[in-house]
Each structure stands twice: as C-alpha cells, then as structure tokens.
C-alpha cells in the first residue's frame, strides 16, 4: 500500500519540475498533453522492463494505475500553484 503512494508521490513531483522546467502554462496544450502522456508511457515502460528484463522483479498493473493518479495530482498542484501567476499576465 505505501509503495502505491510512493508512485503517486514521485510521479506527482516529476510532472511538476519537468512542467516547471518547461515553464508549461495552465491550459490544456499540446505541452501539457505531451508531459502527461510522456510520463505515463515512461510509467508504463518502467513496470514492462521490470517484468521483462529484470531478474527478480515483477511488473504490477496497480504501480502503473499509481503513476497515472500521480501524473494527475501534479497537473492539479501546478495548476493551483500557478494560477495566481497566470491571473497576473
């Protein structure tokens, strides 16, 4: 169960520095559309090789669900975050 808020929590901050770095606005933009979907086909990837290429590793279905909810906990944070900023421009 802890290792399920883990995902949440590392994909959530990954989307937010990668957006932060990409200085992303908020809106629903082929930027943001492409970090989510860069992120969850990377999460997706991450459990496949797991499963597939390293020993003693297995992939789970539920760390990919964990990485997606993630993703999505860190558009709303920026989004709130950065909405004063938008308001001012």
Known sequence: ???????LAVYALMFVLWARAFTLAYRP???VLALILVLT??????????DQVIINRTGDS??????IF????GL???SWWERPRMSKS
């Open 41 to 50: 086909v990377y999460g997706i990837a991450i459990e496949v090789l797991q």
């Open 70 to 73: 993630g993703i999505l906990a």
């Open 29 to 31: 933009d082929r930027r």
């Open 1 to 7: 169960m802890w290792d399920k808020w883990a995902h």
């Open 62 to 67: 539920a760390d990919v669900v964990a990485n």
């Open 76 to 78: 709303l944070f920026y």
